[in-house]
């Protein structure tokens, strides 16, 4: 691939962090995905979280009977860890294929995590089956202890709960999702663990400051918050680095703009729509073009150990306005729209279906 051409022809990339939600939000969303990415790691953060066998099954015809026709796009499902759930249900939801991963939220650290682990040892059960059964384990990496400042839930997770998960279980395969901190671009490139983390969009984009400039823009609230610039450019560094423990995750979690727009304003940034040309964006700014195609379609499935999609996409450079918001499907009352990244910004790359 040549880095100054106005074409990048790559091998199709998935998306390995991705809320699809349900009903009319789903619905509304899954195009966005499967148009450009042939896989996704589906988040299980539903009101219920997805915890049994028949859950995922169900949710993963829902997502496929919402597909336009046409498309080839394959959900991977996650379970929803929970001092509730059996580690046979686990295994047995992993050795059928019906789990591709399970998911670790800290007890309320997000959107829909209420049903999430306190006690990291009480669910020592299903970790120890994990890394018997060799099932990935994906985690939101943030405390929510009261004493601890926001913007420093990643960094102290990390020291307080993550160093000393990998050393109990020192043969788990874990994802650090949606890393915003130097620390944790550190952390992740020098560990000896089985370790590897995604990096979104909008956190190679923004700092903090985009959250309150001119006024609360509530559509750059997302968890873990944007940091400092220096977390931003360390970011930036570790995606477009070439190292394989570093891959494409959007942590696209759409919310209707009148829930993000609340005195309690929803988390979650929807970037879906876009994703693909805004990664190009950044790796392109940082002079790493060549280096696209690994993150976003070669280390994820690396990590996995799924095959490598076979088949190609095009991103031409052509500028394209990104919409100021889209309107949602309409389930029986809500009508509402939904604020996509970028809108009203102009992005240089644009996403052509081969
Ligand atoms: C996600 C959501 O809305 O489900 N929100 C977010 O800000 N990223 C949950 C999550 O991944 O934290
Ligand atoms: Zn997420």
Not at 91 to 113: C, D, I, M, R
Not at 154 to 180: A, C, K, W
Not at 225 to 231: C, G, I, P, V
Not at 246 to 255: R, V
Request: proline fraction near 6%; aromatic fraction near 10%; charge should be negative.
């Amino acid at each position: 691939m040549n880095p100054s051409l106005e074409r990048l022809v790559l091998r199709q990339p998935d998306d390995w962090h991705v809320h699809l939600r349900d009903g009319a939000m789903l619905e509304s969303v899954v195009e966005s995905t499967a148009r450009v990415f042939r896989r996704a790691i589906v988040m299980p953060n539903l009101q219920p979280p997805i915890m049994s066998i028949g859950g995922a099954l169900d949710y993963k015809k829902r997502i496929l009977e919402a597909l336009p026709f046409g498309i080839e796009f394959t959900p991977l499902m996650t379970a929803f860890l929970s001092e509730s759930l059996s580690p046979d249900v686990l295994e047995q939801g992993f050795e059928e294929g019906v789990f591709t991963a399970a998911k670790l939220y800290p007890f309320n650290a997000t959107t829909n995590s209420d049903c999430g682990v306190s006690d990291l040892r009480s669910i020592d059960s299903l970790l120890e089956t994990m890394e018997r059964i060799d099932m990935p384990l994906l985690i939101h990496g943030e405390v929510i202890d009261s004493d601890v400042d926001v913007f420093d839930r990643e960094s102290v997770f990390i020291d307080r709960h993550l160093i000393p998960l990998l050393s109990r279980y020192e043969g788990l395969r874990v994802v650090l999702e949606h890393i915003t901190t130097e620390q944790a671009v550190e952390f992740v490139e020098t560990s000896s663990f089985r370790l590897a983390a995604t990096i979104t969009p909008h956190h190679l984009h923004i700092n903090r400051n985009a959250m309150f400039s001119g006024g609360l823009r509530s559509d750059f609230y997302c968890l873990p918050l944007a940091k400092r610039e220096h977390h931003r450019l360390a970011l930036r560094r570790a995606a477009t680095s070439g190292k394989p423990c570093f891959f494409l995750g959007t942590d696209s979690a759409p919310h209707p703009r009148a829930a993000k727009e609340s005195s309690c304003g929803c988390a979650g940034i929807f970037n879906a729509a876009y994703a693909l040309e805004s990664y190009a964006e950044v790796f392109e700014q940082e002079g790493k073009l060549s280096r696209l195609e690994a993150f976003a379609s070669e280390y994820g499935p690396s990590f996995y150990g799924l095959p490598l999609n076979s088949n190609k996409i095009t991103l031409t450079k052509k500028p394209q306005l990104v919409p100021e918001a889209f309107q949602l499907a309409k389930d029986s009352s809500v009508c509402d729209s939904l604020v996509p990244f970028h809108a009203g910004e102009i992005l240089n790359w644009r996403f052509v279906s081969n």
